[in-house]
Structures are given as structure tokens and as C-alpha cells.
């Protein structure tokens, strides 16, 4: 895996419609980052937890997620959660990525 460097065009791109919708589920939303291929969402509980992949997205133009389960389990609406997205580009076509550009809200 190779890092990309953040840009500060790239973190607005991606920041511009970021927002979460909570409730049964979570909806994640996101601005587009130009020549991403995908996208990864990132999340876990404020008060303990590591933040985990709970979608991947393939498809540069799905902006936005809904979210069940947090740790394999249903999303505890009292506690609050932290996210952030990061977008990726594939180098080769055996898979290496290069990631970058995240934001994060609690």
C-alpha cells in the first residue's frame, strides 16, 4: 500500500457534504474526490472502541453509506460515534491502493 499525500483541494472535495444521520442506522455522506476509485468508512464508539472499516465502496460515484451494525453488532443509539472516510486510488491492477484525504466528526 502506498500513502497519498493529503491535499488541501482533495480534504475540502471530501469534507464539502460530509454528514452523519443517526437513528436505527447511520448514514454516512460525503463530497467527491477527483479520480478516486472508491471509498473506505472508518467508525467506533467515542468512549471505547478503535475505529474499524464498516463499508468499503467500489464505485467512485456512491457518495453516501447506511450503516447497521458497529462491531458485528446493532448500533447502540446512546453511545456517540466517530467517523472519518478515506478515499483510495488503485495503482495496478493487482490491488495496490494508495489512501488519503479523510475527515472526522464526533
Request: aromatic share 10%.
Amino acid at each position: 500500500v502506498v500513502k497519498a499525500k493529503r491535499t488541501k483541494v482533495n480534504d475540502q472535495a471530501l469534507s464539502s457534504k460530509f454528514s452523519i444521520t443517526t437513528g436505527k442506522t447511520i448514514k454516512v455522506t460525503w463530497g467527491k474526490v477527483a479520480k478516486a476509485d472508491g471509498y473506505e468508512v472508518y467508525m467506533a464508539y467515542c468512549k471505547k472502541g478503535k475505529y474499524t472499516v464498516v463499508k468499503s465502496v467500489k464505485a467512485a460515484k456512491t457518495l453516501s453509506v447506511t450503516i447497521n451494525k458497529l462491531n458485528k453488532k446493532a448500533v447502540n443509539q446512546k453511545d456517540n460515534v466517530k467517523c472519518y472516510v478515506v478515499a483510495y486510488k488503485k495503482v495496478d491492477d493487482e490491488g495496490n491502493l494508495f489512501r488519503g484525504y479523510r475527515c472526522t466528526i464526533i
